[in-house]
């Protein structure tokens, strides 16, 4: 495999000119640079490509041309302390085959912009950069902001319950949250203040402290949440709803886990698992679990009671799930 430590520095040293902070220029963030051009130990910076690559693709091309043997439960640090930031840099682009693809998507991909490309082609080469750095930092901002408003063009506007709009990132699984905010809320939860709304393509989700404070409630917002809460202050309810597109429903392992999260708070706790459509809600008959509700965005008007004895409501909670 030879000697790495020399390619790693040039890879280190041209994210330092890039002006990125200590934590981008580390070996893991050279090493993902080195997989997003495409560059082995023998070849030029001349020969730099841009491939569209997923994480799991980053993490098998270091171990097969670097020998780094990344984990499976280094990948998310792979992505939220390397690539997020290189994507807010300007420096890769995230899903440009996709921009409507769901960040928690696992094709989600990134790929080196065209004019980072063009600049890391002349490292190690005897051509002078500065002038080319220069360049590429004083575009760069002007870059970046064209990027986010496309983005932000992108993003699925939500009408909340109290008629304020917020927006959340692009894809599938949002486009359901948008219908369980305005479609389940409006019939269901008349009333009914929300809490949280998860997006997993913002470092900060729609997070209502300290409504969840005055509840007795303090939770990290960056945990494993139900992807919406809402509260019915005229029943003392809190609606817990999980949208089925991207992950499972409410099973009896989540029943579980969302009873300890929320067991200090006195409101009477009600689950929800939310579906595109009943087609996609058969799958998941079997999982399930008793003492919840079940609702399809293709059939708005309607709900599925699981044991029947309440009306979206809540149980008792010393009973077994």
């Not at 020399?6 to 580390?26: K, P």
């Not at 090493?31 to 001349?46: I, K, R, Y």
């Amino acid at each position: 495999m030879g000697d790495d430590g020399g390619r790693i520095d040039e890879a280190r040293h041209g994210l330092a000119l890039l002006n990125f902070d200590s934590e981008r220029c580390n070996e893991r963030s050279a090493l993902v640079l080195l997989a997003l051009v495409g560059l082995t130990q023998s070849m030029p910076w001349a020969e730099a490509t841009n491939p569209r690559l997923r994480t799991v693709e980053i993490m098998d091309w270091l171990r097969i041309e670097y020998g780094r043997d990344y984990k499976p439960n280094t990948r998310e640090t792979i992505r939220r302390q390397t690539l997020h930031q290189f994507v807010d840099a300007g420096l890769v682009a995230l899903n440009p085959d996709d921009p409507q693809r769901p960040i928690n998507s696992p094709k989600t991909c990134y790929q080196i912009e065209a004019s980072a490309l063009k600049l890391l082609r002349q490292f190690g080469s005897d051509v002078d950069l500065s002038d080319q750095l220069v360049a590429y930092l004083d575009e760069l901002p002007g870059l970046r902001a064209a990027y986010e408003q496309a983005r932000e063009l992108d993003q699925i506007q939500v009408t909340l319950p109290d008629g304020s709009a917020v927006r959340l990132t692009p894809g599938g699984q949002h486009v359901l949250l948008k219908s369980m905010v305005e479609e389940f809320c409006s019939r269901f939860t008349p009333g009914g203040h929300v809490l949280y709304v998860g997006d997993a393509g913002k470092d900060d989700p729609i997070f209502d402290a300290d409504g969840l404070a005055a509840l007795g409630i303090t939770l990290d917002k960056h945990g494993k949440l139900p992807d919406l809460i809402v509260y019915l202050p005229d029943r003392d309810w809190l609606v817990m709803m999980e949208a089925v597109s991207s992950h499972g429903p409410v099973d009896a392992k989540r029943h579980r886990e969302l009873q300890e999260l929320f067991g200090g708070t006195s409101p009477g706790l009600v689950y929800v698992s939310c579906f595109p459509s009943r087609a996609e809600m058969r799958k998941y008959l079997s999982e399930i679990a008793w003492e919840t509700d079940v609702w399809c965005a293709d059939n708005p008007t309607h709900l599925i009671h699981f044991n029947g004895e309440r009306f979206l409501g809540p149980y008792d909670r010393t009973r077994a799930s």
